[in-house]
Nanobody, 115 residues
Framework: VQLQAFGGGLVQAGESLRLSCTIS????????VGWFRQAPGKDREFVAA????????TYDDSVKGRFTISKDNDKSTVFLQMYNLEVADTAVYYC?????????WGQGTLVTVSS
C-alpha cells in the first residue's frame, strides 16, 4: 500500500487550500481514511476521517466548520478542503489508511499559513 499526498503550500491566513492523497490499496473502498497533522515541536494529531462509503465524517473540533474531507472511490483518492486557514493550522499533513491489519501513512505535505 502506498499513499501519496499533494497540495501543500504557503498561504496567508484566511485563504484556502485543498490537499489530495492517492492511496494504492486494493481495498480502498472498504476502509475509512483520514488526515492527521504534525506541527513543529508537537505530536501528530487527528484532523479528519471519512468512512469507507463516504457517508460519515469526523473532525477535530479545531477544524470543524472550516475543513471538509471527501473521497473519490473510483480514483482511490481522499481530499481535505481547508477554508479560512489559521496560523495554527501550520503543520505537515499526513493521510492515513488502516486496513485492520496495518497502519499506512503518506509522506506528508507541508502547509504553512502566514499571518
Amino acid at each position: 500500500v502506498q499513499l501519496q499526498a499533494f497540495g501543500g503550500g504557503l498561504v496567508q491566513a484566511g485563504e484556502s487550500l485543498r490537499l489530495s492523497c492517492t492511496i494504492s490499496a486494493r481495498d480502498f473502498r472498504t476502509y475509512a481514511v483520514g488526515w492527521f497533522r504534525q506541527a513543529p515541536g508537537k505530536d501528530r494529531e487527528f484532523v479528519a476521517a471519512i468512512s469507507y462509503s463516504g457517508g460519515s465524517t469526523t473532525y477535530d473540533d479545531s477544524v470543524k466548520g472550516r475543513f471538509t474531507i471527501s473521497k473519490d472511490n473510483d480514483k482511490s483518492t481522499v481530499f481535505l478542503q481547508m477554508y479560512n486557514l489559521e496560523v495554527a493550522d501550520t503543520a505537515v499533513y499526513y493521510c492515513h489508511y488502516n486496513d485492520e491489519v496495518n497502519d499506512y501513512w503518506g509522506q506528508g505535505t507541508l502547509v504553512t499559513v502566514s499571518s
